[in-house]
């Protein structure tokens, strides 16, 4: 996909990667791009920075009918949606003392959020025979979470469920891409390291812990090519063939670093 001219949504959009990623689409030449997030102030103040064609919008991307309402708003401004970056997530740096709000809060941003946004959008994009679903699914989603249940199993679920709507529409013009980068420098891994989360450790320890700018970069290579995985951190690959080719020693190495972490 080249981004000229092209009207992109992007959710989860007031920082981190979100942030990033509207900023690039716009240097790409972007016709417009609706930054979306549940903090409308700081979405109005990531999109003012930006400054035209990017505009904010007040979404919970978790709950179905603002989805919807966003996608038809947009639709009607501009005519169509052709890329929409469905980028909110959560973690929560809870294992098996993960309570069941966690695990609801967990399953509506991480999967059913991705879920919302291709109901709504689909049918558009596969009326005009085009158009690109981006899903930020994160590394944990090929690999695991150390020390988040709940983050581990969604990402999962992400992935999956990224695979399946690109077996199924990809026939029908809408090309999918699942994002799955490791350490990247965000509040969810920097809040997760000062509160001492075991799982923000093993990231910060595994590989280089990456610009918000630079996974943008690697998003607009991969999507240029129409790759599946957007894979930001090249090892991540590696570290899936190994986990599929050995799954024991693959446990056995992250016990081992574990224990490293834990003293």
């Known amino acids: 996909m080249n981004l000229t001219e092209r009207v992109v949504v992007v959710t989860g959009g007031a920082g981190g990667i979100g942030a990033a990623l509207a900023r690039?689409?716009?240097?790409?030449?972007?016709?417009?791009?609706?930054?979306?997030?549940?903090?409308?102030?700081?979405?109005?103040?990531?999109?003012?920075?930006?400054?035209?064609?990017?505009?904010?919008?007040?979404?919970?991307?978790?709950?179905?009918?603002?989805?919807?309402?966003?996608?038809?708003?947009?639709?009607?401004?501009?005519?169509?949606?052709?890329?929409?970056?469905?980028?909110?997530?959560?973690?929560?740096?809870?294992?098996?003392?993960?309570?069941?709000?966690?695990?609801?809060?967990?399953?509506?941003v991480n999967v059913l959020s991705h879920v919302y946004a291709a109901r709504a959008v689909l049918?558009?994009?596969?009326?005009?025979?085009?158009?690109?679903?981006?899903h930020t699914c994160s590394a944990a989603g090929l690999l695991t979470a150390v020390g988040d249940a709940p983050y581990t199993a969604t990402k999962h679920a992400a992935v999956g469920f990224a695979e399946w709507l690109s077996i199924t529409y990809r026939d029908q013009g809408v090309r999918v891409s699942a994002l799955c980068p490791q350490g990247v420098d965000t509040p969810m891994l920097t809040d997760g390291l000062a509160a001492g989360h075991l799982g923000a450790q093993v990231i910060a320890a595994s590989g280089a812990v990456l610009d918000p700018d630079v996974v943008a970069d690697a998003v607009i290579a991969g999507l240029a090519e129409e790759r599946f995985?957007?894979?930001?951190?090249?090892?991540?690959?590696?570290?899936?063939?190994?986990?599929?080719?050995?799954?024991?020693?693959?446990q056995s190495g992250l016990r081992k670093l574990v224990r490293r972490l834990r003293g």
């Open 229 to 250: 995985l957007i894979l930001p951190h090249p090892e991540v690959a590696a570290y899936a063939r190994r986990r599929a080719e050995d799954p024991d020693g693959w």
């Open 123 to 134: 049918p558009g994009m596969v009326r005009r025979g085009s158009g690109y679903l981006l």
């Open 24 to 108: 690039r689409c716009v240097a790409e030449g972007a016709t417009a791009v609706v930054v979306a997030d549940l903090d409308a102030a700081a979405a109005r103040e990531v999109a003012a920075g930006i400054g035209r064609p990017a505009s904010a919008q007040a979404l919970d991307a978790a709950d179905e009918e603002q989805v919807r309402a966003l996608v038809a708003e947009v639709e009607q401004r501009y005519g169509r949606i052709d890329l929409f970056c469905a980028n909110a997530g959560v973690a929560t740096g809870a294992g098996l003392d993960a309570d069941a709000a966690d695990w609801e809060r967990s399953w509506r």
